[in-house]
T-cell receptor
C-alpha cells in the first residue's frame, strides 16, 4: 500500500533562517506531487506541483522553492523565512485517470516563524 | 476560473443531529467533486468523491450528490457523532485545468455530546 511521510512534524524557526521540509512517498511510481500551505483557520493554498523528476510548477510567487531530486521525494525550501511563512504545510501525491484524480495527503509539518 | 464556496463555520451540533454542509462550485469544464476531512492536528483524508452528474459519493455515513443543475455537492449525515468533529473541505478537480484541486475554505464542525 502507498504511504506518504513528511518531516519534521513541527518546526520553530527564526525570521531570516533557511528552511527545508521533506516529503517522500512509498508504494507507487511516478506520482504527481504537491505542496500546499494552510494558514491558521484558513483553506489550502497550492504552492507547487510536480509531474516528474526535476519538473516543478509554481502556483504562487514567493520566497519558497521546491525541488524533486528523486521520483518519490519532494522538498520545500526557503533561503530566508518570513513571518508570513508560518503555517501548516501539507504534501500530497496522486495518480489516476484524468478528471477523477484523487490526492492523498501526508500528516503535515507545522511551521512557526518567530 | 474554477472556485468552490462552502458555508462558513463553525457548525455546532449535538450528537445524533442531522448535518448538512453546503458546497457550490464554478468550473469551466466537467469537474470531479470531493469532500476531504481534516481531524485536529492531522493532514487531509479523502472522505468521498463523485466523478459525474447525479453520482452519489458515500463513506462512513456521509453522503453527497453531484448536482450539475445547481452546481452543488452538499455533504450530509443523518446522525453525527462526537468523533466527526473536524474541518471539512469541498474540492473540485478539473481535467481541463490539469487535474489541479481547487479547495473551498473549509467548514469546522463541532459535535457536542
Amino acid at each position: 500500500s502507498q504511504t506518504i511521510h513528511q518531516w519534521p512534524a513541527t518546526l520553530v524557526q527564526p525570521v531570516g533562517s533557511p528552511l527545508s521540509l521533506e516529503c517522500t512517498v512509498e508504494g507507487t511510481s511516478n506520482p504527481n506531487l504537491y505542496w500546499y500551505r494552510q494558514a491558521a483557520g484558513r483553506g489550502l493554498q497550492l504552492l507547487f506541483y510536480s509531474v516528474g523528476i526535476g519538473q516543478i510548477s509554481s502556483e504562487v510567487p514567493q520566497n519558497l522553492s521546491a525541488s524533486r531530486p528523486q521520483d518519490r521525494q519532494f522538498i520545500l525550501s526557503s533561503k530566508k523565512l518570513l513571518l508570513s511563512d508560518s503555517g501548516f504545510y501539507l504534501c500530497a501525491w496522486s495518480v489516476g485517470d484524468r478528471g477523477a484524480e484523487t490526492q492523498y495527503f501526508g500528516p503535515g509539518t507545522r511551521l512557526l516563524v518567530l | 476560473g474554477n472556485s468552490v464556496t462552502q458555508m462558513e463555520g463553525p457548525v455546532t451540533l449535538s450528537e445524533e443531529a442531522f448535518l448538512t454542509i453546503n458546497c457550490t462550485y464554478t468550473a469551466t469544464g466537467y469537474p470531479s467533486l470531493f469532500w476531504y476531512v481534516q481531524y485536529p492536528g492531522e493532514g487531509l483524508q479523502l472522505l468521498l468523491k463523485a466523478t459525474k452528474a447525479d453520482d452519489k459519493g458515500s463513506n462512513k455515513g456521509f453522503e453527497a450528490t453531484y448536482r450539475k443543475e445547481t452546481t452543488s455537492f452538499h455533504l450530509e449525515k443523518g446522525s453525527v457523532q462526537v468523533s466527526d468533529s473536524a474541518v471539512y473541505f469541498c474540492a473540485l478537480s478539473d481535467h481541463n485545468a490539469g487535474n489541479m484541486l481547487t479547495f473551498g475554505g473549509g467548514t469546522r464542525l463541532m459535535v457536542k455530546p
